[in-house]
């Protein structure tokens, strides 16, 4: 059975930090894509940042610099650490892992509230 749990959010004040969580199990973790999206209410769900298999990274302008994306093949846990947070990040924070030709998993999602 395929699992990805987040973990991390929470309430934070603006200009301060919290790191996100997704353990996976059920999945071939190192070959997968990984990914972080965000909804927003009233908004479409959107790219946060993600990281292949190899580590290559990307990530939105609008969290460019203030967050990092990283993976830990071996605990089958990819993170998201986030610096200097805005109450634009407002949202819930959602783990993907994506593969070619096979089916793109998502988890049940976190939610972050950045207040001003």
């Known amino acids: 059975q395929v699992q990805l749990v987040e973990s991390g959010g929470g309430l934070v004040q603006a200009g301060g930090s919290l790191r996100l969580s997704c353990a996976t199990s059920?999945?071939?973790?190192?070959?997968?894509?990984m990914g972080w999206y965000r909804q927003a209410p009233g908004r479409q769900r959107e790219l946060v940042a993600e990281i292949t298999s190899t580590g290559s990274t990307n990530y939105a302008d609008s969290v460019k610099d203030r967050f990092t994306i990283s993976r830990d093949n071996a605990k089958r846990t990819v993170y998201l650490q986030m610096n200097s947070l805005k109450p634009e990040d407002t949202a819930v924070y959602y783990c993907?892992?994506?593969?070619?030709?096979?089916?793109?998993?998502w988890g049940q999602g976190t939610q972050v509230t950045v207040s001003s």
């Open positions: 993907n892992a994506a593969v070619k030709l096979g089916p793109n998993r």
């Open positions: 059920g999945i071939n973790f190192s070959i997968y894509t």
